[in-house]
Nanobody, 123 residues
């Protein structure tokens, strides 16, 4: 499975961005897709996840109500719509895929595949 993120950029506080994660290869076993972020000097943290079967979603408290994760099953693409962005949202954002349903979706170590990341800067 290969994952490619896009859509990052620079935006002013209060603005919006939409990140995309396009999956290719054998994606049939990828049951959970997650978005993570990592700021300089900080650990990678889970932002949101979606189950590809059924679309169940979950969010970190820090982004709940501001971010929305969604998917286009046919296009094999997962999105992260980010609104009301804050400077503390500045980070490199990564897409990840897991074969199976992880009990702790927010832990990077439970994911099998990762994208290269896309930078989001909020000023």
């Amino acid at each position: 499975v290969q994952l490619v993120e896009s859509g990052g950029g620079s935006v002013q506080a209060g603005g919006s961005l939409r990140l995309s994660c396009a999956a290719s290869g054998y994606t049939g076993s990828s049951k959970c897709m997650g978005w993570f972020r990592q700021a300089p000097g900080k650990e990678r943290e889970g932002v949101a996840r979606i189950y590809t079967d059924g679309g169940s979603t979950y969010y970190a408290d820090s982004v709940k109500g501001r971010f929305t994760i969604s998917q286009d099953y046919v296009k094999k693409t997962v999105y992260l719509q980010m609104s009301s962005l804050k400077p503390e949202d500045t980070a490199t954002y990564y897409c990840a895929a897991r074969t199976g349903y992880p009990g702790s979706w927010y832990l990077p170590r439970v994911y099998n595949y990762w994208g290269q990341g896309t930078q989001v800067t909020v000023s």
